[in-house]
């Protein structure tokens, strides 16, 4: 049995106004003292736990992160999100005492409970949207490896 776990907290909030000109000639300030930097989350997390029995194994693993915002007026966010995936599958090449000891065959499923989630794939100025991509939907993967 092996267990995996990881954690971060974060935060990053900035310490002071910024200054730009404008087209005129004049200046704007940026009021943004003590705001989140964009894309930036307070929480992330993983857990992985994967069993072994013989040349087979099996896996479940979750990945949590906190929202983030895509402004540096923190106007915009994106919502947090879990995921949870699956794995199963026989490893031979791992085992040198398996009956198929030069074969690897792996079904891994990702987004399990087929969850909509975006992530920030950019960040902008105060005044302007901040970008986000969509996440993947569940998704199934074979992979068949061998070593000669």
């Known amino acids: 049995l092996r267990l995996n776990l990881a954690g971060a907290w974060q935060a990053l909030e900035y310490q002071d106004n910024y200054t730009e000109n404008n087209a005129t000639g004049g200046v704007l300030v940026r009021e943004i003292k003590g705001r989140t930097v ?16 013989g040349s087979w194994f099996a896996g479940v693993n979750a990945r949590y992160q906190d929202r983030v915002f895509l402004t540096t007026s923190n106007n915009q966010a994106i919502p947090g999100y879990t995921l949870v995936g699956l794995g199963f ?55 068949a490896s061998t070593k000669v």
Do not use: K, Q
Not at 40 to 50: E, F, I, Q, S, W
Not at 112 to 128: E, L, M, N, P, Q
């Open 38 to 53: 964009p894309n930036t989350p307070r929480l992330t997390a993983n857990a992985d736990v994967t069993y072994v029995f």
């Open 89 to 143: 599958g026989y490893d031979g090449i791992a085992n040198r005492n398996a009956r198929l000891r030069n074969v690897r065959l792996a079904v891994n499923i990702e987004n399990v409970f087929d969850r909509y989630w975006f992530y920030a794939s950019g960040a902008s100025t105060a005044f302007s949207n901040g970008n986000f991509s969509a996440g993947t939907p569940r998704a199934a993967y074979l992979t």
